[in-house]
């Protein structure tokens, strides 16, 4: 044909605009209404100071670079790929589902969608079933952020045929010739992160940026159950918070313990036990100040506390 | 002789650019786009071999154009067309077809009389590149 086949798919309108001179930076923020995004990532996410201080600057940087390239000052595309590290349950797929939602307003994504997979959806189970499978994924996730969770699984040190290494280097190569339609994230446990990106030097080297996810503290996990418990339409009791206080408290010290899943669960647990509770006495008038709130019984009835004492 | 079957084939050859166009226009109408090839340009051949499978749940053309660039590495010697397929109730069939790939060479077809009873004549046609056995029609291998 014509032209030579090439990964670039759709122009960017960008580049077709002649350069420009100078730009009002403020209008260029609200234009692309990134400050919406962070803001309510400030709001939404408790905690996690270090990862929203890395995604204001990476906005930042991609907003500068979005006016270089007006400018005609740059032709490059940054390099997107990143990695999350962290323990389970510290918001790794929520803030990919954010930086999804920002590189997309930035135009460096054209369409936002996030493709989440793990290590099943892109191996396959005999010779020859690993390319197309991982070539299929990436297909979907073109135009978009495609996010895999617990990396460190594609690769098995102990089996030198396993076929997790043939969807490495199929991702690896697009991860490098497909830089402007497609963002990599990998996501997983701190350490086995480092020692995947220890035997894959490929993948460290093509990755621009490594943030890593802490785990919150008490207080942060009591406003995050209060979070959840409000977009449910419940509330704690004032003995409740209290006793949730020291439930928290416990069940860390317990053994896996995943931040904001475990409280997610021990929400679904506290609900339960609520709605138990107010169909056991069937004879009441209920208001709906009864329906909402969770009580300290239906708090102190947990396991946890059990353990503790026992 | 140019072959135009499917859409835009009176027009010059679709750039990439102009091809992912297309394929934008498809996946946001929801159908799913093949790549199919063949070395046999025959109008009533209908049915060209497909390259791997119809291609569901696509959100950007970059995807399609990552497997006809593949596709063309290995076929480039061939017809290959894109056709976008319709799957909603009442449809359940293509919906747009158009060549995006095609020999350097189209020797074209020949129209062959066949005298029958009562010196009537059928007509048939037949394309010059199947003379030769299949993949190296077109000076491919």
């Not at chain 2, 009533?44 to 569901?56: A, D, Q, S, T, Y």
Request: net charge neutral; glycine share 8%.
């Amino acid at each position: 044909m014509n032209s030579p086949a090439g990964s670039s798919a759709v122009p960017r309108g960008a580049s077709q605009t002649p350069p420009i001179a100078k730009v009002d930076l403020r209008r260029e923020f609200n234009e692309v209404g990134i400050g919406e995004v962070l803001d309510q990532l400030d709001r939404d996410l408790i905690g996690l100071k270090p990862v929203k201080t890395r995604i204001r600057e990476i906005a930042s940087l991609l907003l500068i670079e979005r006016i270089r390239k007006r400018m005609s000052l740059t032709s490059e595309v940054p390099t997107l790929h990143m990695s999350f590290t962290g323990n389970p349950g510290t918001g790794k797929t929520t803030v990919a589902l954010r930086i999804a939602s920002i590189l997309h307003k930035l135009g460096f994504v054209r369409r936002g969608q996030v493709v989440s997979v793990t290590r099943d959806e892109l191996v396959g189970q005999y010779i020859g079933h690993t390319a197309p499978k991982t070539k299929e994924i990436l297909k979907k996730a073109m135009g978009g952020v495609l996010f895999i969770d617990e990396a460190y699984y594609l690769h098995r040190p102990d089996n030198e045929r396993d076929y997790g290494q043939e969807a490495i280097e199929i991702l690896l190569q697009v991860m490098e010739s497909q830089r402007e339609d497609l963002v990599v994230i990998l996501a997983g446990y701190g350490d086995r992160m480092d020692r995947f990106f220890a035997s894959n030097p490929g993948f460290r080297s093509r990755i621009a940026h490594h943030i890593d996810f802490p785990d919150y503290s008490d207080d942060e996990l009591v406003a995050i159950a209060e979070l959840m418990l409000r977009d449910m339409n419940y509330k704690f009791s004032p003995d409740a918070r209290a006793a949730f206080i020291s439930y928290v408290t416990l069940r860390k010290n317990q053994p896996l313990f995943s931040n904001a899943r475990s409280i997610r669960n021990a929400l679904d647990r506290m609900r339960l036990r609520q709605a138990n509770r107010l169909v056991a006495d069937l004879d009441r008038v209920l208001t709906a100040d009864d329906i909402m709130s969770l009580e300290a019984s239906d708090v102190l009835a947990s396991r946890v506390f059990g353990k503790a004492s026992g | 002789m140019r072959v135009t079957q499917g859409c835009f084939s009176f027009l010059p050859d679709l750039t990439d650019e102009q091809i992912s166009l297309q394929v934008q226009y498809c996946l946001g109408k929801g159908w799913a786009v093949n790549i199919e090839f063949t070395d046999d340009p025959h109008p009533r051949n209908n049915f060209w071999e497909m390259w791997g499978l119809p291609m569901f749940d696509l959100r950007d053309a970059a995807g399609v154009l990552m497997e006809l660039t593949e596709c063309r590495k290995v076929y480039g010697d061939r017809y290959i067309r894109m056709s976008a397929f319709d799957s909603s109730h009442g449809w359940e069939s293509v919906r747009l077809s158009f060549i995006v790939n095609r020999p350097k060479q189209e020797p074209g077809f020949r129209l062959e009389r066949h005298e029958v009873a009562g010196r009537n004549i059928r007509y048939t046609t037949k394309s010059y590149a199947v003379d030769r056995p299949e993949g190296g029609r077109y000076g491919g291998q």
